[in-house]
């Protein structure tokens, strides 16, 4: 497994762009697949957008696509999340997430960080 810190959360008004980060440790995170979720008191976890371990490809919920972007950096053990013209319903804990190499973008991940608040205002 690899350990996981998110940072970047916080308040910003609707409208509004936030990006968070997510470090990774260990050497071998170019191995792995790194996805966001998010959880909404009250509600269940909810897969937001992801990213192939090898090419790139990306993947996200129908509710923010067109509105956030996730890249990876390989070399700094990152992964981010660029968030723009944030709604109140995005408010939310967001978690980043790691996999290993195989199956859906959107489940099977085993590592996680511990979360950051995002929350929007109107």
């Known amino acids: 497994q690899v350990q996981l810190v998110e940072s970047g959360g916080g308040l910003v008004q609707a409208g509004g762009s936030l990006r968070l980060s997510c470090a990774a440790s260990?050497?071998?995170?170019?191995?792995?697949?790194m996805g966001w979720f998010r959880q909404a008191p009250g509600k269940e976890r909810e897969f937001v957008a992801a990213?192939?371990?090898?090419?790139?490809?990306?993947d996200y919920a129908d509710s923010v696509k067109g509105r956030f972007t996730i890249y990876r950096e390989n070399a700094k053990n990152t992964v981010s999340l660029q968030m723009n013209s944030l709604k109140p319903e995005d408010t939310a804990v967001y978690y980043c997430?790691?996999?290993?190499?195989?199956?859906?973008?959107?489940?099977?991940?085993?590592?996680w960080g511990q979360g950051t608040q995002v929350t929007v205002s109107p």
């Open positions: 260990g050497r071998t995170f170019s191995s792995y697949s």
């Open positions: 990213i192939w371990w090898s090419d790139g490809t990306t």
């Open positions: 997430a790691a996999k290993g190499r195989y199956g859906s973008l959107r489940t099977g991940y085993d590592s």
